[in-house]
């Protein structure tokens, strides 16, 4: 898919905890959280289009900083192409939809998000509001632990190889 279907917004505002970024509920589900974007109408632009849902939906105003990835998913059993843009909060909107908000530190961000593409997405504006705001992205535990725990599958899979063959067929033969 060479073109952007849709565009959404991953919006952002600093406070003394770091950043918070914006999650909207999505349409029609209850408690599953999501970016705000939506379908790039004629004559828009993508970024003017993830401006437009996120006020629609969210009720917020935002300023476009940069353009992220680009994802591809399946909605409603067709292929879409959704772009999105890393925006600066600058204040409320009237919104269109009646839909709840969440602004979540980015560890509450990462959990409440369902799908890993994005996921994906709010690590890449996570790390470029690290850069520019000149502080060390967070230490991430759960990443942490999941990479001590295959490296010890690793180190437990190449002692095992290592291991003499005689000393195998030795422990089998005391079994018998």
Known sequence: ???STHAGAVVFKLTEQGPRYLLVEASGR?????FPKGHVENG??????AQR??????????????????????QEGD????VYFLMAYTGRATPLDKRRIRWLSFDEAIDALDLEKSRRVLRSADRMIALATEREPPRRPRILRAAARLAEWLVGG???????????????????
């Open 79 to 82: 292929w879409i192409s959704i």
């Open 158 to 176: 190449a002692l095992a190889l290592l291991r003499p063959r005689g000393s195998q067929r030795k422990s089998r033969v005391r079994r018998a």
């Open 53 to 74: 849902e996120l006020g629609e939906e969210a009720g917020v105003r935002a300023r476009p900083v940069r353009r992220l990835r680009r994802v591809e998913q399946k």
């Open 30 to 34: 209850r408690d599953r959280w999501v």
């Open 1 to 3: 898919m060479s073109r």
């Open 44 to 49: 828009e632009t993508a970024a003017d289009t």
